[in-house]
T-cell receptor, first 112, second 116 residues
Framework: QKEVEQNSGPLSVPEGAIASLNCTYS??????FFWYRQYSGKSPELIMF????GDKEDGRFTAQLNKASQYVSLLIRDSQPSDSATYLC????????????FGKGTHLIIQP | NAGVTQTPKFQVLKTGQSMTLQCAQD?????MYWYRQDPGMGLRLIYY???????DKGEVPNGYNVSRLNKREFSLRLESAAPSQTSVYFC???????????????FGDGTRLSIL
């Protein structure tokens, strides 16, 4: 059973600070890792994806991957109230065209 | 560029009724997926299609059937709706797999389905 674990939160962060969201996964063979943002009542929106160990930066977002520890994280710098949402971690474990395994999401609140 | 389009956006059914959820994408993606999202459960894969004419079961396929009509369209059918199928249904698509890596999936706006 492939599992993706996230702290459900809520995670409360002051405006302008760094928000750190964490995710662990059970399948050591996982190859692709995605972060989605989902506003209440809306569909998931892709934020970042990462394939290799290390950091990947895109604007205010940085994804970090450590395959040895089976750990992936998302950092949001200079957090804005508009970043308040649920962040979903998703993992692809390969072996065919099956879908992603999603965590249950972390609810992030940016306090003005 | 509409991306992934789902219809209808909302639907209320009675137990035992049938219906088909429609999904179409205009990104020329090979792979398409149906997920359901329930409170506290996260997104779970129902069925997927790697290419036109092929479909495979995901994590929670019972009570559903799918049809990959062509490259653009992937429909989900509930033959005899049950209250346990009350959920938000999302269709997604992605480019073909490259080796062992999955390309990002793009989601439709969802269908909110209530079974009474």
């Amino acid at each position: 059973q492939k599992e993706v674990e996230q702290n459900s939160g809520p995670l409360s962060v002051p405006e302008g600070a760094i928000a750190s969201l964490n995710c662990t996964y059970s399948d050591r063979g996982s190859q692709s890792f995605f972060w989605y943002r989902q506003y209440s009542g809306k569909s998931p929106e892709l934020i970042m994806f990462i394939y290799s160990n290390g950091d990947k930066e895109d604007g205010r977002f940085t994804a970090q991957l450590n395959k040895a520890s089976q750990y992936v994280s998302l950092l949001i710098r200079d957090s804005q109230p508009s970043d308040s949402a649920t962040y979903l971690c998703a993992v692809y474990s390969g072996g065919g065209a099956d879908g992603l395994t999603f965590g249950k999401g972390t609810h992030l609140i940016i306090q003005p | 560029n509409a991306g992934v389009t789902q219809t209808p956006k909302f639907q209320v059914l009675k137990t035992g009724q049938s219906m088909t959820l429609q999904c179409a994408q205009d990104m020329n993606h090979n792979s398409m997926y149906w997920y359901r999202q329930d409170p506290g459960m996260g997104l779970r894969l129902i069925y997927y299609s790697a290419s036109e004419g092929t479909t495979d079961k995901g994590e929670v396929p019972n009570g559903y059937n799918v049809s990959r009509l062509n490259k653009r369209e992937f429909s989900l059918r509930l033959e005899s709706a049950a209250p346990s199928q009350t959920s938000v249904y999302f269709c997604a698509s992605s480019e073909a797999l490259r080796g062992r890596r999955s390309q990002p999936q793009h989601f439709g706006d969802g269908t909110r389905l209530s079974i009474l």
